[in-house]
């Protein structure tokens, strides 16, 4: 598993170079976009099959929030883990969705930055006038595009996924790396071909996720010291 400071350095770098990226060329929202769209609307919204996969990734992340609060009331009060997690990665897994998807994203930036949707906006049929990610608006008034509740709530999704992988075979298989990211992708990826949140929106949720994951991270997931060892006694002669 590669090491915190090494993820820290790889956040960093993919903050910057997204921010750089969708400021100095903004059009390559609406581009991603438009490989979505039929010229009069986004199909794929209307995809049973696709709907019902949002659903199940969106059921999935809500599973999460009540594992963990559930999984952190358990291991307290019986003091064993609980799907072998312990009282201290409910507590971190709880916490990163309370902060991440709950109070930065859906609380903070959806309801204040206003950014219209792609949807809504007049290169796809819309009213609503196109902004940049990082560019506050006025376009919308809540429950705007900038950043994606649903993004988020994957990213979680995956990185739970992760922390019980490693939990359980103590390293992280092509398997359970394969699972989460196909979870994030899928939750993510249909929110824009839905019509529903630009790709900047999805990958920026994805870092302020898994930021707050790397932010809290040694608060909860700090590993065990070893015991001491036991010395012998000085007036004890030890064995030859």
Known sequence: MPSRDLLIRAWFVSLAVSAVVFSAFPEVDQAASRMFWDGVAFPFAKDPLLQMLREVVWFLSLATVLA??????IAIVTGRTVAYLSARCWAFLLTVNLLGPGLVVNAGLKSYWGRARPDQIEAFGGVKTF??????????????????GEAASSMALAIAVLLFAHRLRGRLSVWSILAASVLALVGSGLRVAFGRHFLSDVLFSWL??????????????????PSPALKPDAGTPSEA
């Open 131 to 148: 902004t940049p990610a990082l560019i506050p608006s006025d376009q919308c008034m809540s429950n705007c595009s900038f950043t994606s």
């Open 68 to 73: 963990a609060v559930v999984g952190l009331i």
């Open 208 to 225: 302020i996720v898994v930021g707050v994951a790397l932010a809290i991270g040694p608060i909860f997931l700090r590993p065990r010291l």
